[in-house]
């Protein structure tokens, strides 16, 4: 008997069945060792001796395969072929020889780059031995991380409280969208104007601009205003034409490269609209496969690679699909050959592709993200061995009479789509170019203008980085790998250092805050050319060219001495470091030029950063007398003296009098005062200058409601949430658009945005789309239903949702195995399970015996709480 050891159930699954009997295939569910989330788990006084822990849910797992390891014959690792997969080998291999499980049996590496049985059966044929480099590059890496998000983030949390982490990679990822930020802030608009006419020349009138004017050619900013403009116009009026030149040149596209991990993340989010993290996750599923004909198989090969070649197999095939689907003109005379500019590009894997270019999109019953993302996969790798479009620019100079006036016109045609037909990439900022077709216009002829227009135009700041411009900007900066852009950009969203508007990232307050102390205090540890050159490094040491505890010796030698002489500084001069730091931020001038520091409340007062728990906001100098307090940032033409506590009236229902008043997250009203008065935020958009006693008292009497349904009579309620205003029913979430529509949106309106809501509509918090109805749960009598998730299909009973295993049909799962589903689930501390009603008091046995537990548990260590929130990723 062999024992395969893999990643997944679901690879597991499959590859058994390619194997025969001969083989048991067990799953080690992924890593199944880590770093203790505690200090000492990287001891850099021990050579960087290293603890880990096996996982709680691992170590089952693990017993198993050591218990088959024991009457095996060979042992064959077969994880993912990659730095991570390597390294969950030698974990697993690990633990096995602390087990003494191996015994006599022969232990292999094997790897394959798509779980199709060809490819299966070729790498059993072809075993290796751990490649014990990639091991070393994997644990510099972890070891890095560790010491840099232990390291630094207590640091963090004493000198910058409310601050949750910072990390190797994340913190440089944070500082790309902060600094972008700031060069949004510091653009100066220009104003600018152009010249366009309508142009005849014995032929179909088409559109020439103005590049000529009074014998000079025209740059962008050189006609600055109106007056300027109207007077270029009126000479293009005027103007009697003639076509000085036509050119025409031919031109050609090549096919973009089929996708690597960062092109996958980037095209996907460009068109499909999918975050890094959901690419990753529908790419998982189509590598792992679906059935096709009662067989598990592989749709694409392996997703986490640098590598833009692909097998000759593939390419042999993708050549023949080509022919048959779009005729031999679009097949070019040899296949073509990529080759990736990367350094050690992932250990020169393929670049993913489908396992079968024969198995076209429309061939298969994919859903959902997998459809989508597949037929992005296929058409990427068939474009990629498609002809060249063929292109024709053409480019109409037109000048006037007497030399001084110039106008020209380009358009382009496309000759031949070649792989155009198929595929065209997207891009995140579009240019404008122009694509239509030009009359056949003879040069010399007459030209005469119809019509001419000044337009105003104003330039743009660099747009704020989506997923896509991020990943990219990252890759060529040489920050991070791949196959750790996804987790990276999650960990920021999740530490609420930025945000998303409009698919793009907008720093919070507490990520410029982070990005402002690490820049100061830490500056070489967040500049982009030592985290490129350090990951350079990390590939050295993988590629076998460096010592991994060399490199480790070397950068902690540095950073130690970094965070000893930032230990000494006491938080009073950190936060004078940062108010400088940030002065254009915090402190923005006013139009009065007046003092921006002082403060609005007492005028003696100055303002300044401050710390407190909940992290960092702007206060007086002169507290406790005076408590005027605000955000860290303002919104632009905020009135700071209006942002103080002021009373806006009495409530005529109450009595009690409505006060505005500044707070650490911005200004908010309140209804007379107490222990728990009622308050309510400025919705966005809300000046505090503006507030009166009828805007206050319309937030506080939110939410309202609306009227009865006429479906069930159940209420309609409006109100402003986290996302927003919105109108709710039963469950039911529907975003209203404006923030005014809250106070008088009617029945009728709600009742059909929450009709268009339930249809799958826009707006609103989302509910999961039912796939099947199994009935009631015999328990308790409660409805058991399978609904689509946006990470797959799962089962839900009350509060306690159970994934539905991957590779089962959902639509054919039965009550039963549902419900043991949800057993499973809940057993495992999944969902908010109601207490049966017999158990609702507690006996008081039970009771007595919880006490010494929760005495004893106040007596643990007081550091090991926090120690958990410095677990950082890269």
Same mark, same amino acid.
């Given at each position: ?703 309202? *409601?609306? =009227?009865? &349904? !006429?479906?069930? #009579?159940? %209420? ?5 949430? /986290?996302? +927003? $205003?919105? @109108? ?44 099947? *109805?199994? =009935?009631? &749960? !015999?328990?308790? #009598?409660? %409805? ?5 998730? /946006?990470? +797959? $299909?799962? @089962? ?64 643990? $260590? ?13």
């Amino acid at each position: 008997m062999n024992v395969v050891v893999v990643e997944s159930p679901a690879k597991a699954k499959t590859i058994n069945k390619y194997l025969g009997s001969d083989y048991k295939v067990l799953a080690s569910y992924g890593h199944v060792r880590d770093l203790p989330a505690k200090d000492g788990s990287v001891r850099p006084d021990e050579d960087f001796a290293m603890s880990w822990d096996v996982d709680a849910k691992a170590a089952k797992r693990l017993s198993e395969i050591a218990e088959a390891a024991k009457g095996a014959d060979k042992i064959i690792l077969a994880t993912d072929p990659d730095r991570e997969g390597e390294a969950i080998s030698w974990h697993v291999l690990e633990v096995l020889q602390k087990k003494r499980a191996l015994k006599d049996a022969k232990v292999q590496r094997v790897v394959f780059n798509a779980i199709t049985k060809s490819a299966v059966t070729e790498a059993m044929a072809n075993p290796r031995d751990l490649d014990m480099e990639l091991v070393d590059a994997y644990l510099a890496r972890r070891a890095l991380d560790y010491l840099v998000g232990f390291t630094l983030s207590p640091v963090l949390w004493r000198k910058l409280p409310g601050s949750r982490s910072a990390g190797r990679v994340q913190s440089v990822a944070l500082r790309l969208i902060v600094d972008r930020e700031v060069e949004i802030e510091q653009f100066k608009t220009q104003e600018y104007w152009t010249v366009d006419a309508d142009v005849s020349a014995g032929a179909d009138p088409f559109v020439a601009r103005l590049v000529k004017h009074e014998g000079k050619r025209l740059s962008k900013f050189d006609l600055p205003n109106e007056a300027a403009a109207m007077a270029a116009k009126a000479a293009v009026q005027a103007g009697q034409f003639k076509v000085a030149s036509v050119e025409k040149k031919p031109a050609r596209r090549s096919p973009p490269p089929p996708f690597t991990t960062s092109t996958l993340q980037q095209e996907a989010s460009r068109k499909l609209g999918f975050s890094a993290q959901r690419t990753m996750q529908a790419a998982q599923r189509l590598y792992e496969g679906v059935d096709i004909g009662g067989e598990t198989v592989g749709l694409i090969t392996y997703m986490r690679t640098d590598g833009v070649q692909a097998a000759p197999e593939a390419l042999t095939e993708a050549r023949q699909v080509i022919g048959g689907l779009y005729g031999k003109e679009y097949v070019p005379e040899a296949p073509r050959q990529y080759r990736t500019k990367a350094k050690n590009a992932q250990e020169a894997h393929e670049a993913i592709r489908p396992t079968s270019l024969a198995r076209n999109p429309g061939s298969l019953r994919l859903e959902g993200d997998l459809a989508r993302l597949y037929e992005l996969i296929w058409k990427r790798m068939i474009a990629s061995q498609m002809e060249n479009a063929r292109i024709e620019r053409t480019t109409i100079e037109l000048e006037s009479a007497d030399g001084k006036t110039g106008l020209r016109a380009t358009g382009q045609v496309v000759l031949f789509d070649g792989y155009l037909a198929v595929y065209e990439e997207g891009r995140d900022d579009p240019e404008d170019e122009e694509s239509g077709r030009l009359p056949q216009v003879r040069e010399g002829a007459e030209a005469r203008v119809q019509a001419a227009r000044a337009d105003q135009h104003f330039t743009e700041p660099p747009p704020r980085y989506s997923e896509a411009s991020l990943v990219k900007k990252m890759e060529e900066l040489g920050i991070g790998r791949p196959s750790t852009y996804a987790s990276i950009l999650s960990v920021l969203r999740d530490r609420a250092y930025v945000r998303m508007d409009k698919n793009r990232f907008v720093p919070e307050d507490k990520g410029r805050l982070v990005t402002a102390f690490l820049e100061q205090f830490f500056n070489r540890y967040v500049e982009y050319d030592f985290t490129a050159a350090l990951e350079e490094k990390l590939d050295l040491v993988s590629a076998g060219e460096l010592d991994w505890k060399v490199l480790l010796r070397d950068f902690w030698k540095d950073f130690q001495g970094a965070v000893a002489e930032i230990g000494e500084l006491r938080v009073t001069e950190v936060l004078d470091k940062l108010n400088e730091a940030l002065g254009p931020l915090i402190f923005p001038p006013k139009p009065d030029g007046s003092d921006p520091r002082a403060c609005p409340a007492c005028a003696s007062g100055q303002l300044s950063l401050k710390t407190g728990k909940f992290g960092a906001f702007v206060g007086c100098s002169n507290y406790p007398e005076c408590r005027f307090t605000r955000p860290i940032a303002q919104a632009d033409g905020e009135d700071e003296g209006a942002s103080g506590d002021r009373e806006l009236g009495i409530d005529p229902v109450t009595g009690e009098t409505v006060y505005l008043k500044a707070g650490r997250f911005g200004p908010y009203v309140q209804l007379g005062e107490g222990d728990k008065p009622k308050r309510s935020s400025l919705p966005k958009g809300w000046s505090a200058a503006a507030m009166d006693l009828d805007k206050a008292l319309r937030l506080l009497r939110l939410p309202r *409601e609306v =009227g009865k &349904h !006429p479906d069930d #009579g159940k %209420p309609i309620t409006a109100g402003i949430g /986290r996302y +927003g $205003p919105f @109108v709710e029913h039963a469950g039911t979430y529907a975003n209203l658009p404006e923030v005014e529509e809250v106070f008088d949106v009617g029945l009728n309106r709600a009742v059909a945005l929450l009709a268009e809501k339930r249809a799958g509509g826009k707006g609103g918090r989302t509910q999961a789309a039912a796939l099947a *109805e199994l =009935g009631a &749960h !015999p328990v308790d #009598g409660e %409805p058991v239903r399978v609904l689509s998730g /946006r990470f +797959g $299909p799962y @089962v839900k009973h009350g509060s306690t949702n159970a994934n539905v295993p991957k590779g089962a049909d959902p639509t054919a799962l039965t009550l039963d195995e549902a419900v043991k589903l949800l057993a499973e689930r809940e057993a495992k501390g999944g969902g908010k399970k109601k207490p049966a009603r017999k158990a609702k008091a507690a006996p008081k046995a039970a009771a007595a015996e919880a006490k010494p537990k929760k005495a004893a548990a106040k007596k643990s $260590p007081a550091r090991k709480a926090p120690a958990k929130r410095a677990k950082v990723e890269a």
